[in-house]
């Protein structure tokens, strides 16, 4: 008897022998049709990894790429029958993979394109119009709460992740330079966006996640341009909801 | 209990549906008069998919086929994923809900392709009991797919025509019929497709997939097709889909190509030849 345990067990480790009791029609067994399955399994995860985390691919070229990725899939195959959601732990993969110790900054370009995956799939919202919170008086814009869109997704890294992702996708881009930067995924309409965020900005945008009002948010970040924040999340269709 | 008619998908050529050819579909969709969607591909909680789902849903009627369940699977049903596939067909309504007779998950663990399980009374038992969840929960009448094979097992004792006939008489459900599946199978394991069809509960069948397949060898220098839905449908495929026809009457006929996807003239084409097949066995 073949039981799934024995047949999945070579699935995923390519030194298992086949499992027993399968056979060609003669009845002899035949590991090159067993194999069928282990390449299926293995090959449709790495082309699943290479689709979500096409910055990683051109960064790391091709062939290191899937042979990292065969790495990952084996040791952590999907949780889920859900593919949109594999690779949630890509980037702590690459963290702890020693060979990639010189490219410490490559777990959060991994962050930023599994937050695009996120955002792409998050719930839709009703945009809010920068007029909705202009036209409430003044002691009211200071104490309201803007909720920010589901597809919202806010990232903070110590390295360049912005510059580095655009110039992994486009070599015609400016070359990266050394600086921390943080990023704001917004989706307008269907399609999420990377955006650069100005210093200190991220500190806003948190307490604004945090639920805390308008003033407040401005209070925790008071070296932010505050105006060209909410310029970009209201063209940008980010909040969802203004609550006095 | 679940609603028993039969699906009611027209009986004319379907596509399956990808995103990238959604402005063609709009503009003119040709004879292609439904559409197929991967249910696992619709279950995040908003954009681009579902927005697209519903407009597509709109216009055509939709077969909802699940690849993600894992009815073949030793272990129970997983209730979440079960759950979703209700949510999603409550949104669409489709004309039809099928899935694989295969298993894809082993505990939490997802494999991400159809795998392999012996014919025996105890797997038949467990897949009845698997799909009776499946069409109390969804309410509505399901239809069980026919795999493609690259081996036998030795403990297997009901031949798959008779092991599906089987599980559509117990459970009620309806059969889909995969024509080319019977031909990799049939070329694999070495029997003969025509005898296949002919042993097939032709009665039972709600819908019709053609797609294409691979060529290669085994170790023993055998030749080994592979299901790949990568390419046109191959000349002894429509062939014997003629055959199936010849015998069902019209069915519902999808073509699927999922991957190195063509743009949308050449899918198109191969509907068009699907139509042709139907129109064959209409006079």
């Known amino acids: 008897m073949t039981t799934q345990?024995?047949?999945?067990?070579?699935?995923?480790?390519?030194?298992?022998?086949?499992?027993?009791?399968?056979?060609?029609?003669?009845?002899?067994p035949s590991p090159k049709r067993y194999g069928v399955y282990r390449n299926n399994v293995t090959v449709s995860l790495v082309d699943a990894l290479q689709t979500g985390f096409p910055a990683i691919?051109?960064?790391?070229?091709?062939?290191?790429?899937?042979?990292?990725?065969?790495?990952?899939?084996?040791?952590?195959?999907p949780q889920s029958p859900l593919m949109m959601l594999y690779g949630a732990d890509f980037a702590q993969f690459l963290a702890q993979t020693q060979a990639l110790a010189n490219l410490p900054y490559l777990p959060d370009i991994a962050a930023l394109e599994y937050g695009l995956r996120t955002s792409y799939h998050a719930a839709n919202h009703d945009p809010q119009p920068f007029s909705a919170l202009q036209s409430l008086a003044p002691e009211q814009i200071d104490d309201a709460k803007l909720s920010l869109a589901p597809s919202?997704?806010?990232?903070?890294?110590?390295?360049?992740?912005?510059?580095?992702?655009?110039?992994?996708?486009?070599?015609?881009?400016?070359?990266?330079?050394?600086?921390?930067?943080?990023?704001?995924?917004?989706?307008?309409?269907?399609?999420?966006?990377?955006?650069?965020?100005?210093?200190?900005?991220?500190?806003?945008?948190?307490?604004?996640?945090?639920?805390?009002?308008?003033?407040?948010?401005?209070?925790?970040?008071?070296?932010?341009?505050?105006?060209?924040?909410?310029?970009l999340l209201f063209t940008e269709g980010a909040i969802a909801r203004i609550t006095v | 209990?679940?609603?028993?008619?039969?699906?009611?998908?027209?009986?004319?050529?379907?596509?399956?549906?990808?995103?990238?050819?959604?402005?063609?579909?709009?503009?003119?969709?040709?004879?292609?008069?439904?559409?197929?969607?991967?249910?696992?591909?619709?279950?995040?909680?908003?954009?681009?998919?579902?927005?697209?789902?519903?407009?597509?849903?709109?216009?055509?009627?939709?077969?909802?086929?699940?690849?993600?369940?894992?009815?073949?699977?030793?272990?129970?049903?997983?209730?979440?994923?079960?759950?979703?596939?209700?949510?999603?067909?409550?949104?669409?309504?489709?004309?039809?809900?099928?899935?694989?007779?295969?298993?894809?998950?082993?505990?939490?663990?997802?494999?991400?392709?159809?795998?392999?399980?012996?014919?025996?009374?105890?797997?038949?038992?467990?897949?009845?009991?698997?799909?009776?969840?499946?069409?109390a929960t969804l309410g509505r009448k399901m239809l069980l797919e026919n795999p493609s094979s690259y081996l036998a097992f030795s403990e297997s004792t009901w031949s798959e025509p008779d092991f599906l006939r089987e599980v559509a008489k117990r459970t009620g459900c309806g059969l889909l019929l995969d024509v080319n599946n019977v031909f990799v199978s049939a070329t694999n394991l070495e029997f003969s497709p025509q005898d296949y069809?002919?042993?097939?509960?032709?009665?039972?069948?709600?819908?019709?997939?053609?797609?294409?397949?691979?060529?290669?060898?085994?170790?023993?220098?055998?030749?080994?097709?592979?299901?790949s839905h990568g390419r046109e449908i191959a000349d002894p495929v429509w062939a014997l889909l003629d055959i199936t026809l010849a015998h069902s009457g019209p069915r519902p006929l999808l073509v699927e190509w999922d991957t190195d996807v063509p743009d949308w003239p050449v899918l198109a084409a191969e509907a068009d030849r699907a139509a042709q097949a139907l129109t064959r066995v209409f006079v």
């Open chain 1, 5 to 28: 345990t024995d047949f999945r067990a070579g699935l995923l480790n390519p030194d298992a022998p086949m499992p027993q009791g399968l056979t060609n029609a003669q009845g002899v």
């Open chain 1, 57 to 77: 691919h051109s960064l790391l070229g091709d062939q290191n790429f899937r042979a990292l990725a065969t790495h990952y899939a084996r040791a952590n195959p």
């Open chain 1, 152 to 231: 919202a997704i806010l990232l903070q890294s110590v390295w360049p992740i912005h510059d580095i992702y655009t110039f992994a996708l486009d070599p015609t881009a400016p070359q990266p330079q050394a600086a921390a930067q943080d990023i704001l995924i917004l989706r307008k309409e269907f399609d999420p966006k990377p955006h650069l965020l100005p210093a200190n900005a991220a500190k806003f945008i948190r307490a604004l996640g945090a639920g805390k009002t308008l003033s407040q948010a401005i209070e925790n970040a008071p070296d932010t341009d505050v105006g060209a924040i909410l310029t």
């Open chain 2, 1 to 135: 209990m679940f609603d028993t008619t039969m699906c009611s998908l027209p009986l004319a050529p379907g596509l399956g549906y990808k995103p990238q050819h959604f402005a063609d579909i709009m503009q003119d969709a040709g004879r292609t008069r439904w559409f197929e969607i991967h249910a696992e591909n619709y279950m995040g909680q908003g954009g681009r998919p579902l927005a697209q789902l519903d407009a597509l849903a709109s216009r055509f009627p939709i077969s909802v086929h699940g690849v993600g369940l894992s009815i073949g699977g030793e272990g129970p049903l997983d209730a979440d994923h079960l759950a979703r596939l209700k949510t999603l067909c409550d949104r669409i309504n489709p004309a039809s809900f099928s899935e694989h007779l295969a298993w894809s998950s082993h505990g939490a663990e997802y494999l991400n392709d159809l795998l392999p399980l012996p014919y025996t009374n105890a797997s038949l038992s467990r897949i009845c009991d698997h799909i009776d969840q499946v069409q």
């Open chain 2, 197 to 227: 069809i002919a042993n097939f509960a032709l009665e039972e069948v709600g819908e019709i997939h053609l797609g294409g397949h691979d060529e290669d060898e085994d170790d023993h220098g055998k030749p080994l097709l592979i299901d």
